[in-house]
């Protein structure tokens, strides 16, 4: 089982920055897309921003020049450098990462989601 664990949120004024990072952990498990989705109560769970195994990236329009998602491979880590807050990005930050878990009867897509960290933009 792969486990993905979240850090970094918190209340920030607007304009403010925040550093959202997400570790996985597990075993048997290797990582190819990872990334971030927002939610707010009541909405439909938004994109914000992805990462691919070569690192290509993918950001909503709205956090475009704004945020800046990154990895480290080698600690199956996965960040998201948040500048410029604005108080419409107050949301609940999950993390998930896309990968293949091999137990011995070959490799098995999965996806996993961490639980999410809170952030709180105040105008």
């Known amino acids: 089982q792969v486990q993905l664990v979240e850090s970094g949120g918190g209340l920030v004024q607007a304009g403010g920055s925040l550093l959202l990072s997400c570790v996985a952990s597990?075993?048997?498990?290797?990582?190819?897309?990872m990334g971030w989705y927002r939610q707010i109560p009541g909405k439909q769970r938004e994109l914000v921003a992805r990462?691919?195994?070569?690192?290509?990236?993918n950001y909503a329009d709205t956090v475009k020049g704004r945020f800046t998602i990154s990895r480290d491979s080698a600690k199956n880590t996965v960040y998201l450098q948040m500048t410029g807050l604005k108080p419409e990005d107050t949301a609940n930050y999950l993390c998930?990462?896309?990968?293949?878990?091999?137990?011995?009867?070959?490799?098995?897509?999965?996806?996993?989601w961490g639980q999410g960290t809170q952030v709180t933009v105040s105008s």
């Open positions: 597990g075993s048997h498990f290797s990582v190819n897309e």
């Open positions: 990462i691919s195994s070569g690192t290509t990236t």
């Open positions: 998930y990462i896309d990968g293949k878990l091999d137990l011995g009867l070959g490799p098995s897509g999965f996806r996993s």
